[in-house]
């Protein structure tokens, strides 16, 4: 186990897939020499070369429908967008081409497309760097969407998605992509849908997304001082989601709130609050509660960006009203 970034880790488990898999090939804005906007690639090129790291265009869409027509002929592509906000260019093959393929073939057809780009808000990046987009494509039949917070589970989130035989959203926060974990040198994988139990509790259960994790935590080694102790999960994966481990934790506590930086409306919080309900009602011993990012264009100002999502100190009022309900 070594100390290394949540992007090394994806790294790693780039190198050792391409190193077994020749059919694995990355394409994107500046992902060949340059090695990446976030160094998703840096020293990949010297090994594999231009006809596997392919630098592009500004052109999503027309690499996006490239990759989509290799993967359908064997190959696996990998499409690093940089920002995930320049994935919006491309939503007319992956919602009408991506998606559908496997379903519109009988399965004759697989669809080993890899989709990675850095997600959230943060380093006054306005509205155009600081989409995160994942109730979208949580939304549409056919996608994989994993959402690592640690850096050993991005190496083996990411090896599984390069194995996956269906299209999969990889999205890497940026305020998340350089913190260091311990991570094994060897290469493993995490399956899709098994949700991490970040912390243990028993007052109240927080399902907490991306970035949204630490600030959790942080909040909740407060609230230990004074006795409170609250459960933290980390989905990984939300399509598929890991519904029974947050039934198992809201069984135990009777309490739920999910802090999400993404919008309130049709987002996760209310797909995971509507499922809790039906499964769990007579679990709570309170109503479902979220806290999400206000719902508004991200500012560019630093305390207004600062001001549009959910930080420690309203995670903490959020679960201390969730324990007076």
Known sequence: MREITLIE??????????????????????IGARGGNFTTTLGLYEKYGPE????TPISERGFVGMCTGAAMTGTRP???????????DAMGELINQVSKIQYMSSGRLKMPLLL???????????THHSGSYYPIFVHIPGFRVALPTTAYDAKGLFATALRSDDPVLFLEHK??????????????????????IARAGEAATVVALGSMVDRTLSTCDRLAQEGVSVEVIDPRTLAPLDIATILESVHKTGRLLVVDETFAPCGI?????????AQGFDDLDAPVQRLNGIHTPTPYSPPL?????????????AIRDLLAE
């Open 9 to 30: 880790a994806t790294r790693e488990a780039l190198d050792h897939a391409m190193a077994q898999d020749p059919t694995i090939f990355v394409v994107g804005e500046g």
């Open 52 to 55: 596997r790291l392919r630098d």
């Open 78 to 88: 990998v499409v690093d967008f940089m920002f995930l906000d320049f994935i919006l």
């Open 116 to 126: 990675r780009g850095c997600i959230g808000i943060g380093g006054s990046a306005a």
């Open 175 to 196: 305020s998340l992509i350089f913190k260091k974990g311990a991570v094994p040198a060897d290469d493993y994988t995490i399956p899709f849908g098994q949700a991490r």
């Open 269 to 277: 919080g209310a797909e995971i609050a509507a499922q809790v309900m």
């Open 305 to 317: 960006e600062g001001a549009s999502v959910p930080n420690p100190q309203s995670i903490e009022q």
